[in-house]
């Protein structure tokens, strides 16, 4: 095998390679924005946000504490006091290198006779991307997790 042989042929597999992983960064971009709403940022990211669901607030908080290996986030929540916690997110699981940063929120769980809403305000962000992008997912996290539906 001559050496412009061994280029070509090198270069045709780190083509086709390349040519793999963009297709299925967009694929599954594609699909999460058909799935959740929106393409990221779609201006689903906002210093407050308002959840509501059914489900009582021991529900809703045992419902985020329970991880689960199909998670979007790798995350912690920590209470502060009775109704208030501290949500604290480092990355985003699935994507590996896809979204690198840290994020704060707060959570305030109010119970209301008809149902229970969850405020998830932000306090701080490593980056401008990951707030657009964690705030993206948090809509699709909140919906799967406590069944929440965002109305603010």
């Not at 986030?73 to 109704?83: A, L, P, Q, T």
């Not at 809509?139 to 799967?144: C, H, I, S, T, V």
Request: with cysteine; hydrophobic share 40%; net charge positive.
């Amino acid at each position: 095998m001559s050496q412009e042989s061994i280029e070509v042929l090198f270069f045709s597999v780190w083509s086709l390679i390349m040519v793999v992983m963009i297709s299925r960064t967009w694929i599954l971009y594609f699909i999460r924005a058909r799935k959740y709403g929106g393409i990221p940022p779609s201006l689903e990211s906002r210093v407050r946000m308002k959840f509501v669901t059914q489900l009582s607030k021991d529900e809703v908080i045992e419902g985020l504490r329970s991880h689960k290996p199909n998670d979007i986030f790798e995350y912690e929540i920590r209470s502060e006091n009775d109704f208030v916690y501290r949500l604290w997110i480092k990355g985003i699981d699935q994507f590996k290198g896809y979204c690198k940063g840290n994020a704060k929120y707060r959570l305030m769980i109010i119970q209301k006779p008809e149902n229970t809403v969850v405020w998830v305000v932000l306090l701080s962000c490593d980056n401008e991307t990951a707030k657009e992008r964690y705030g993206w997912e948090l809509k699709g996290f909140m919906e799967k997790k406590i069944m929440a539906v965002r109305v603010e």
